[in-house]
């Protein structure tokens, strides 16, 4: 198995760093430690930059619900995603 990078870990910033990587035709291999994700929720809220984020990911509309974004979370409002 050859990749130009090696993602370790598959939690909130690995998965979203791989998948940033892949939009833009860089393929990723993602290891973790743990064979399924983690069971329980890691977060209730998402503050305004996270959101950005999400957005550039094309992923911040699956997140509205059942998640809260911070009431000072300012989407950009460019993004149409
Ligand atoms: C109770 C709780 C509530 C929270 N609430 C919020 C919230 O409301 N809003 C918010 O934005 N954030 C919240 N957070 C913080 C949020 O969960 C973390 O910021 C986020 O999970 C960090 O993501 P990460 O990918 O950096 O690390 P992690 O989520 O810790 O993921 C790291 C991954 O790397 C793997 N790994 C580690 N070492 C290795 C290794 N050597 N080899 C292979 N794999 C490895 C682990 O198995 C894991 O899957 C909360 C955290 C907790 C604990």
Request: hydrophobic content about 45%.
């Amino acid at each position: 198995m050859t990749a130009p990078v090696v993602v370790v870990g598959a939690g909130p910033v690995g998965l979203t760093a791989a998948l940033l990587l892949a939009r833009r035709g860089i393929e990723c291999v993602v290891l973790d430690r743990h064979r399924a994700p983690y069971s329980l929720p890691r977060a209730v809220h998402l503050d305004g930059e996270v959101v950005r984020i999400l957005q550039e990911a094309g992923l911040a509309e699956e997140f509205r619900s059942p998640w809260t974004w911070s009431t000072r979370a300012r989407p950009d409002p460019a993004s149409s995603r």
